[in-house]
């Protein structure tokens, strides 16, 4: 017997004249997503790390960091899960600016701080869903706003460029290899 077993709270016995309950296996149903074969893996790394070195190289043309970690997070959903609804170009940059909105709202009303910073992440969730434009990275944004208090007359456009150049990329790269899944699968 192991000592999972032992742990674990055991159903209490059955009546005799009461059918008995299905045996569950404690195992879902789904599947994890199949391996990517090596080609694949190279295409997406590739194209993910070409756009996000294209935003260190824009930033440092203008003096601005442009490269954020909710954008990297954003890359890698547009080239990994391409066909997924959060890396939709709807998602990416709606969500994203949906992200900054609530962030200089809350720091508007509640000032920088990691409470803030975490109602701010909670509220875009809600936010992001509530517009159908689910985007997790989106959230990040909103906690960087709220903990970098960054200029938003600097910002927003930088990150509305940026979502668009992700959007871009994710459209061009899926074309260069054959089999590779189509970006996007909606526009809007």
Do not use: N
Request: glycine letters at 8%; one cysteine or more; proline letters at 13%.
């Amino acid at each position: 017997m192991s000592t999972d077993f032992a742990l674990r709270p055991q159903p209490a016995p059955a009546a005799p004249d009461s059918p008995r309950p299905p045996k569950r296996s404690g195992r879902t149903s789904a599947r994890p997503p199949a391996r990517p074969t090596a080609g694949a893996a190279l295409h997406s790394i590739i194209a993910a790390t070409a756009v996000l070195l294209g935003l260190v190289a824009i930033g440092t043309v203008i003096h601005e960091p442009v490269l954020i970690p909710p954008l990297a997070a954003s890359a890698a959903l547009v080239h990994s899960a391409p066909s997924q609804p959060l890396a939709q170009p709807r998602s990416l940059v709606v969500g994203h600016l949906l992200g900054a909105a609530v962030g200089y709202g809350v720091l508007a009303l509640a000032h920088s701080s990691p409470w803030a910073a975490a109602v701010a992440g909670g509220v875009t969730l809600a936010a992001t869903m509530a517009a159908r434009t689910p985007h997790s990275p989106a959230c990040a944004t909103a906690v960087v706003v709220v903990l970098q208090t960054p200029a938003p007359g600097r910002f927003v456009p930088l990150l509305l460029g940026a979502t668009v150049l992700l959007a871009l990329t994710g459209f061009a790269a899926s074309r260069v290899r054959r089999g590779t899944p189509r970006y996007p699968v909606y526009w809007w």
